[in-house]
């Protein structure tokens, strides 16, 4: 459940939200602010006493809608089966600590 990525996006935003600093030093740092819609999704989702960890966790789920969403917009072949019935996406999340898959739609 942990995702690197994510926690590491999610984190920057925060920082940057926080920051006047607005510049981007790292080919990392400008990835990990790409995921900006995401982990600005998370934190309006959660009570605004929320920290870091606990938006970081929600992002994740917020994350796999957010990639499902993307395949549809940017992949007319998945939208198209989609659409006719012959493709469904189910996200899942993989939790490292137990070897399950959360399957969330």
Known sequence: TKCGAIYGATNAY?????????????ALEGLLLDLAPVAEKALADMASNSDAETVAAHAVRVNV???????????APIREKVKNGQLEIQGGIYHLDSGNVEFMG
């Open 14 to 26: 925060l920082e940057a939200k926080n920051s006047e600093v607005s510049s981007v030093n790292s």
């Open 65 to 75: 809608f957010h990639t499902i969403d993307f395949l549809l917009k940017y992949s």
